[in-house]
């Protein structure tokens, strides 16, 4: 609990412990999953409540509250583990002193600031905001060098990440119809 209260105050040397501790992977993980199920079900209700007033054309196409909670758990356990082997990559590439197992550790630990989404509105902007810092923190201290270059690795990382999702996206979308 401890670890989870030093990365939600964004306190570095929790990240680099964090980062260092193999052992850390496993809750890790189990944080992920359970931000997922919690992001899985909000993203249902909120299907649900928006439901009755939606176009039944619209809500055809974005599918069932199950359909939806089941693909945002999905989607974001592979989104962490792919993301995490991306960044740590490129982190790599940038002189950095990392590996993908410490990005999944410090990724999977920033999973916490989703818990901000229960709050309406305000809740998404600050978890959004929290994910980005939490995680620049996290490469900087895991690949050990300067926060420039951990914005530079987040940046693109992302550029990565969109482009290969939009090659997948077009890959699989005949195909899953």
Request: net charge neutral; glycine share 12%.
């Amino acid at each position: 609990m401890d670890r989870i209260l030093g990365v939600f105050t964004l306190k570095a040397p929790v990240y680099k412990q964090i980062a260092e501790d193999t052992s850390a992977t496993t809750t890790a993980a189990i944080i992920v999953v359970v931000m997922a199920i919690i992001g899985g079900i909000l993203g249902a209700l909120a299907i649900s409540f928006a439901g009755s007033s939606l176009p039944p054309e619209q809500l055809a196409q974005m599918g069932s509250p199950v359909k939806i909670a089941i693909s945002t758990i999905i989607n974001t356990i592979v989104g962490w583990l792919i993301g995490s082997a991306v960044f740590g990559f490129i982190a790599n590439a940038f002189g950095g002193k990392t590996n993908t197992g410490e990005m999944l550790r410090v990724f999977g630990y920033t999973q916490v600031f989703q818990i901000l989404n229960i709050i309406p509105c305000l809740g998404s902007i600050a978890a959004l905001i929290l994910s980005v810092i939490g995680a620049i923190i996290g490469i900087r201290e895991a690949a050990e060098f300067s926060t420039g270059k951990a914005v530079l690795t987040g940046i693109v990382g992302l550029i990565v990440l969109f482009i290969v999702s939009m090659v997948v996206g077009l890959i699989l979308s005949p195909i899953l119809g």
